[in-house]
């Protein structure tokens, strides 16, 4: 996953402290089952956090959470769903771009729609909050869709 660069220039380097905190952070989320960074944790250009496989219904085959955080404020935080039947995904993201404002939320199911994303506060916890409480959303909506297809 290359950084989002633009006309306005561009991300900067990774903010390895801020990616520490969050990765504290998710790794004592009760969601996550694993943490890690790439590529490695002494050159971390990323977080990925692995979700807890018990938490879905069998059809969702794998889900993680990429996380970047860069030293201008820039960040993305990218869902992904792999189910038996395809993809599903969306992202958080502030970044130079020419498709939409700085802060914008890919939606889903491909990520494809974007749309302005309006936060009154974009400090690395208030993010991590925002998403994972639409993750948990997430969760909850993919288990009624199941007991309905039962």
């Not at 990765?23 to 977080?47: G, I, M, N, Y």
């Not at 970044?95 to 802060?103: D, K, M, T, V, W």
Request: with cysteine.
């Amino acid at each position: 996953m290359t950084p989002p660069t633009g006309p306005s220039g561009t991300t900067g380097p990774p903010d390895r402290q801020t990616l520490r905190l969050l990765e504290k952070h998710l790794r004592d989320d009760p969601l996550v089952a694993a943490t890690s960074f790439e590529p490695s944790t002494h050159e971390l250009r990323s977080l990925r956090a692995e979700l807890d496989a018990d938490r879905y219904p069998v059809s969702v085959v794998d889900t993680h959470l990429d996380v970047r955080w860069f030293v201008s404020g820039d960040f993305s935080f990218h869902y992904n769903e792999t189910h038996d039947s395809g993809r599903w995904e969306c992202r958080w993201d502030r970044h130079p771009n020419e498709h939409n404002a700085r802060l914008h939320f890919h939606r889903p199911p491909d990520g494809n729609a974007v749309e302005t994303l309006s936060l009154e506060d974009t400090h690395p916890l208030d993010l991590y909050s925002i998403v994972l409480g639409a993750v948990e959303e997430r969760i909850d909506h993919l288990w009624e869709d199941s007991t309905e297809s039962d």
